[in-house]
Every structure is written in structure tokens, then in C-alpha cells.
């Protein structure tokens, strides 16, 4: 007999695997940054968010537009917007099927950020909450979706 999974089911590991390879971009680009923070200047945080791009195959200058036109003001938030878009447009097939079934992508980011010790520890030293960052990663995934 094959195990069924429910729609609740489905929804929530797509959106999880989703809001998790965000997550791991998020943690393998700042990898090689001085001191492991998150970007404090547009300078910074461009140069981060193309290297995240080019490393998932993704347009760094695409993902760069997409940076500046997230509507947040620290380079910190516009920084993990691009991560969540990044995450999705690196993901087309993944990324639309979550948006049909899955819930709010900022309630799966705040999960994720919070169950990441080390993501709480760089967030909290650019002084953003989880709850800025879940809503900056949310947004950037369902606006980086195809």
C-alpha cells in the first residue's frame, strides 16, 4: 500500500523546501563575508546577492533588479528579499506548485529563521527581527516565482 499525503501535507513540504533552500542561500553566501553579517551597504549586499545568484544558476543581474526594487529600507531586508526571490526563481517547477497549494511563505521563513541559531545570531546583530526578515524572505520568494 503507498502512504497518501493530505493537501495540508503537500502544501507544507513545498513551502518548507522552498523557505529551506532560501534559508541555505542565505547561510552559504554570507559563508565568505568578513564576520558572517548580513550586508550593511547596497554595495555589499549587491555583490552578495549576484555571487548567490550565479552559485543557483540564476540571472546576477536579474537578481540584482530584484533587490533594488524590494521595498524595504535596511540593505540587510532588500538583501533577504533577494535571497527569497533567488530561492524561487531557482526553483520554477517548485516554486509554482507552493504558490497553488502552500500558505503564506513568510509564515514557513519565520519558522525556518527561528529553528537556525546562527540565522537568529546575524539577524539579531543587524538588528532586524525575525518577523522583518520572515516578511522580507516571503515576499522576495512569491515575487521571484515565475
Known sequence: ???????GTIRFVLEYAGITAAIA??????????????PSSDLKAAALVTAAAQSHHV???????????AAFPKPALRYLYAVGWIGSASAP????????????????????L???PRVLGLLRAAHVTVNQAAA???????DGCP
Open 1 to 7: 500500500m503507498t502512504p497518501q499525503l493530505s493537501g
Open 25 to 38: 542561500i542565505l547561510v552559504s553566501s554570507l559563508n565568505g563575508v568578513v564576520g558572517s553579517a548580513l
Open 59 to 69: 540571472s546576477g543581474s536579474q537578481a540584482r533588479a530584484a533587490y533594488a526594487k
Open 93 to 112: 517547477a517548485a516554486c509554482k506548485a507552493a504558490q497553488v497549494l502552500g500558505p503564506d511563505p513568510s509564515v514557513a521563513a519565520a519558522q525556518a
Open 114 to 116: 527561528r529553528g537556525s
Open 136 to 142: 522580507a524572505i516571503g515576499r522576495g520568494t512569491t
